[in-house]
């Protein structure tokens, strides 16, 4: 079930104006529990208003630096970003999860290998970890860095990337793109669109020698890249990608919409746990397991539930499902019935699922 450990926030300071990065005091004993990988993160839980919020968010430190630090930026209307930023402070406590998620590829010392990365605002915290990491670990390897931000003043970690350039002198390339500033070369005025990645793969990106590309930002933006990489040759197994919104796309709605169609009504459901069992019938009011097990009392593991953090995975054992939407579980996972709770629409009249595989 969910395995909370209650963790003092170490530091805190301000990023940007609207960007907080927390430091957490991981204790002697809990640190073998939280070692991490490079591009993993963190879920955290605390109460606001007596209302209890949960969310996720990447490791911007990297493994090698013995620190467990993630940046957290302000959204208009959002609760946890909101605490974050005007009320959190240094001796405080949050509750959080040991390190999770794939958004990594392996360290390899012996291999050089040539890395692309593309981050939108917050999105470079992930990143960030994964250039840290195999810059220091791997000598021979090299990264190109495309970063997307409103102005110079909004761009998260600017002096620790400018540190790390220099640093890393003819192995991190650095490209700025501002949406919100003019500056003379066009090419790096507003978004990514078509034309502009067309021009990176043309001129400035080396597509047949690239071993890894990671993205991390928007939906749309994401796929927008990972199409146009494609089409200059990259293969897609080499691409990877986190996201930060999903679900809006009118083809996410459709799909979601047929899912629903396939509901089955008062599925019995088995939740199995380490040796446990938990039981229930889904109410007509839940259309996904997650849910509807917390309505039942079950207590599970979780934070976006939005299809993207992996928190809530679990194993189809008996019975159908049918996810809404999936941005995180990979080919192979689906293929030994892997699925995501939160996203799991029973289609069978009993489930059994296993969160502790």
Request: charged share 25%; glycine share 6%.
């Amino acid at each position: 079930m969910s395995k909370f450990h209650s963790i003092k926030v170490s530091d805190i300071y301000k990023e940007t104006k609207d960007c907080s990065v927390i430091e957490f005091e991981i204790p002697e004993a809990l640190k073998p529990e939280f070692i991490f990988k490079q591009g993993q993160h963190l879920n955290v839980r605390t109460m606001i208003d007596g209302a209890e919020v949960r969310r996720s968010y990447s490791l911007c430190s990297s493994p090698i630096e013995n620190k467990w630090q993630v940046a957290v930026k302000q959204i208009d209307g959002g609760l946890f970003s909101g605490f974050v930023n005007n009320t959190l402070k240094k001796g405080d406590v949050l509750e959080i999860m040991s390190p999770s998620g794939v958004f990594f590829k392996d360290v390899n010392p012996k291999v050089a290998k040539n890395y692309v990365v593309f981050a939108a605002g917050s999105g470079i915290t992930p990143i960030l970890s994964i250039i840290k990491t195999h810059l220091a670990l791997e000598p021979e390897s090299t990264f190109q860095l495309f970063y997307l931000n409103r102005t110079v003043k909004s761009i998260i970690f600017k002096e620790e990337i400018e540190a790390l350039k220099n640093r890393y002198l003819g192995r991190f390339e650095v490209f700025f793109f501002l949406s919100k500033e003019h500056r003379n070369v066009e090419l790096f005025n507003g978004r990514f669109t078509k034309e502009k990645l067309q021009i990176l793969t043309q001129k400035i990106i080396d597509v047949p020698s690239v071993d890894e590309c990671f993205i991390c930002g928007p939906e749309e933006m994401i796929f927008l890249i990972r199409d146009e990489m494609t089409a200059a040759g990259l293969p897609k197994e080499k691409i990877h990608f986190e996201l930060f919104h999903t679900g809006n796309s009118e083809a996410d709605k459709q799909r979601v919409s047929k899912i629903l169609e396939k509901k089955v009504e008062g599925t019995e459901v088995t939740i199995l746990d380490g040796g446990k069992e938990f039981h229930f019938v889904m109410g007509e009011d839940f259309d996904n397991i997650l849910d509807g097990a917390i309505a039942a009392g079950a207590d599970l593991p979780y934070a976006c539930k939005g299809g993207v953090c992996s928190t809530c995975r679990c194993k189809v054992v008996e019975g159908t499902v049918e996810m809404k939407l999936n941005y995180s579980l990979e080919e192979e996972e689906l293929a030994k019935n892997y699925t995501l709770s939160c996203q799991a629409v029973p289609t069978s009249k009993k489930v059994v699922v296993d969160f502790g595989l």
